[in-house]
């Protein structure tokens, strides 16, 4: 009898970070989405699922009780009482009443009954036309997730089960999780949520782990323990691969590793062009672990470090020492070579549980409070974290960059913060770099417009393309229905980038580029014929860059720059990109 071989099948996400992965599936049950897929049980397995059900129940109050005292004590006690509302929640019979007797006659698991407690809530609220109601329904989430979170992650598969080469498939994972992924060893992954930029793409990016994104349903598709090909390069994911293509992914993997080896020897040179223009390659941190990939890396410096892995996914604010601790290590540890921090840019798609007071959901996050907006108003969160990037500033290579700046105006604002800092410090005797650069991210088209007069007052400027692009386009980074609209060629992003470019050089200014566009090659020598002077990206790109940069000649790069502003069409963009690149690629 002929053996019944699974069919290939191939799927198309979004690239997210380049690479191939070779494994088998590793499925992680949703946790964060409230539908939960019905799973049968057996009879025996009732009583064990019902007393998980129970003791998930009882950790979960546990948990926001203890987030009560924490709540009182940061905030007082309105706050805290607004716990007690969630804690009456877990205790609601029209949540509870159904679930065991769902467990127990209709042999569902636990999560199922409970998914379906809860949907069944929502619905019924969000029939009810009064805004009170509707407001809860966000609150009925939250302890949902939480809830789910406990039953899932007690005896469902969690991410320490993982084995080495092994992908992983999940609807979606924090920035934590994917450290978890390296640390195991793990291949690569595919999830079902994201874009190129949403962090978790960046995050894989700097850890150089194969991922594939915004495949919408694959956790519904792909089983635990099948085999699958992940290239990140191209968003392809096939399940069940057969020989042949197996064969051919197989030797792609190989000359990826040749590539690597090459480019070892590139470490120690400079990033300079044919004809000697120099330019700088540092590298983005989402976390001081990721410190270690930087320092092998072959850079010279951290051009931005996201300073958000301290307040994400949290219930209380940092404290000082704390975030001393984690900036003195960082900026010890890459010293002499410079370090910018950006300071915190919470709000909009980075999402806080810090419970600052008179925090609110926002219909636009990212039209909201986020950024440099955020933390003016909530000065003391933010003096907090300026009081510790200065004393970590010893080093004398340590900058200050802020998020979000729309204005020449809030840029002095937050100017003034640091001074008032500086003063502090100073009569208290402790020591600091007095003379801490400060710079200014542009990465709204009004910065952008403005920037030869931020420049004026700004050390440095530094592109931040995610936003600038999101924002100059009316384009969601992170909604991937409308991610074919993300352009970053985009005529009015390429001349955003040359005028904030010229403008800092008219002020003498140095300037950088520390969103994902800085990491894709294919827009390297346009960048470098705009006469950007800095490059900011994940570590496992930095040689990739200096190899391509040492093929270049700035010249030529001009000339390509000029031919793109004389054009008036996308498509002719791209046209003379291609051509450009098969020039290249015929003379290198
Ligand atoms: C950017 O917007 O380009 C940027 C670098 O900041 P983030 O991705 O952290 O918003
Ligand atoms: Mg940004």
Redesign the pocket.
């Known amino acids: 009898m002929k053996e019944n071989k699974p069919v290939q099948k191939i799927f198309k996400g979004i690239a997210a970070s380049e690479g191939i992965a070779i494994g088998k599936a590793f499925l992680v049950e949703r946790e964060a989405d409230l539908y939960i897929p019905l799973k049968k049980i057996s009879k025996e397995n009732v009583k064990k699922e019902v007393a998980l059900y129970k003791e998930s129940l009882e950790k979960t109050k546990k948990e926001l009780l203890s987030a009560k005292e924490r709540l009182l004590k940061a905030l007082g006690k309105q706050h805290a009482l607004l716990i007690d509302v969630y804690v009456g929640m877990v205790d609601d019979p029209l949540l509870t009443r159904d679930v065991v007797r769902m467990i127990e006659e209709d042999l569902v698991t636990a999560e199922y009954a409970v998914s379906v407690g809860l949907n069944r809530i929502i619905q019924s609220f969000e029939q009810i036309e009064d805004e009170y109601f509707k407001g809860r329904i966000s609150d009925i989430r939250d302890v949902g997730r939480r809830l789910l979170r406990n039953i899932l992650g007690k005896e469902r598969k969690s991410l320490s089960d993982i084995q080495p080469n092994m992908i992983v498939i999940a609807h979606t994972l924090s920035p934590s999780d994917t450290v978890v992924l390296k640390e195991k060893k793990c291949a690569g992954f595919v999830v079902d949520i994201g874009s190129k930029?949403s962090?978790i793409s960046?995050v894989a990016q700097g850890l150089q782990l194969p991922a594939v994104v915004g495949l919408k349903n694959i956790t519904e598709i792909v089983e635990d323990g099948q085999d699958i090909i992940v290239e990140g390069n191209t968003g392809t994911v096939i399940i069940n691969p057969d020989e042949n293509t197996l064969n051919k992914y197989a030797k792609k993997h190989n000359e990826i590793v040749k590539e690597r080896e090459y480019l070892i020897k590139l470490k120690d040179l400079p990033a300079e062009t044919l004809d000697g223009h120099k330019v700088s390659i540092v590298c983005?941190l989402d976390s001081p672990q990721e410190i270690e990939e930087v320092l092998k890396s072959g850079a010279e410096g951290v051009g931005?470090f996201?300073t958000?892995f301290m307040y994400i996914e949290r219930d209380e604010l940092p404290k000082e020492d704390e975030l001393f601790e984690k900036y003195y290590y960082t900026a010890e540890k890459i010293s002499p070579y410079p370090i910018i921090f950006?300071t915190v840019?919470i709000g909009g798609d980075k999402l806080s549980k810090l419970g600052l007071e008179g925090l609110l959901p926002e219909t636009s996050p990212a039209l909201g409070l986020r950024g440099i907006r955020l933390a003016l108003k909530y000065k003391d969160m933010f003096k907090t974290q300026i009081r510790a990037i200065l004393r970590a500033s010893v080093f004398k290579n340590t900058k200050i960059m802020f998020?979000l700046i729309s204005s020449v105006q809030e840029f002095r604002l937050a100017k003034e913060v640091v001074e008032e800092v500086k003063k502090e410090l100073l009569n208290r005797n402790i020591n600091f770099d007095q003379n801490i650069k400060i710079g200014a991210?542009i990465?709204l088209p009004s910065a952008a417009l403005t920037s030869d007069i931020i420049a004026q007052e700004a050390d440095f400027l530094s592109?931040?393309?995610?936003?600038?692009i999101?924002y100059t386009l009316a384009v969601d980074r992170m909604n991937e229905n409308v991610a074919d609209m993300y352009d970053p060629l985009h005529l009015s992003v390429l001349r955003l980038m040359k005028h904030v470019i010229d403008a800092g050089h008219s002020k003498g200014k140095h300037v950088s580029m520390?969103?994902?566009m800085a990491s894709d090659i294919s827009f390297t020598k346009v960048l470098l014929g705009m006469g950007l002077d800095e490059f900011s990206v994940p570590p496992a790109l930095v040689l990739k860059l200096k190899k391509l940069i040492r093929g270049f000649v700035l010249s030529d790069a001009k000339e390509l720059v000029n031919k793109i502003f004389n054009t008036n069409d996308r498509s002719d963009v791209i046209k003379i990109l291609s051509e450009d690149e098969n020039k290249n690629n015929k003379t290198s």
């Open positions: 930029t962090h960046l983005n931005l996201r958000e950006r840019d998020p991210m990465e592109i931040g393309t995610n936003d600038l999101q520390c969103g994902e």
